[in-house]
């Protein structure tokens, strides 16, 4: 028999957990489609710069170290693509 502390205890947890798990899934639809149209209005240069410090970004990810590490000329490039 478990005492109704425990089990308002065990609600709160599961609830902070559901709230936790809601906030950390994929988002609706409907935030990609804004994502979309701050894209149309961008310019050009602010696209190809984005997307080569996405590119950037995966490259450091492939590196065959275990721990992906930020040397100097990344962290540079990630200064000056935040320009």
């Given at each position: 028999m478990t005492s109704p502390l425990l089990?308002?205890?065990a609600?709160?947890?599961?609830?902070?957990a559901r709230r936790i798990w809601r906030s950390l899934g994929p988002c609706s639809s409907g935030t990609e489609v804004v994502g979309?149209?701050?894209?149309?209005?961008?310019?050009?240069?602010?696209?190809i710069?984005?997307?080569?410090m996405?590119?950037?970004q995966?490259?450091?990810?492939?590196?065959?170290t275990k721990r992906p590490r930020l040397g100097l000329s990344d962290r540079l490039k990630l200064?000056?693509?935040a320009v």
């Amino acid at each position: 028999m478990t005492s109704p502390l425990l089990t308002r205890v065990a609600d709160w947890i599961r609830d902070v957990a559901r709230r936790i798990w809601r906030s950390l899934g994929p988002c609706s639809s409907g935030t990609e489609v804004v994502g979309v149209a701050a894209d149309v209005v961008c310019s050009r240069r602010d696209l190809i710069i984005e997307n080569a410090m996405l590119r950037h970004q995966i490259n450091v990810l492939h590196r065959s170290t275990k721990r992906p590490r930020l040397g100097l000329s990344d962290r540079l490039k990630l200064l000056l693509g935040a320009v």
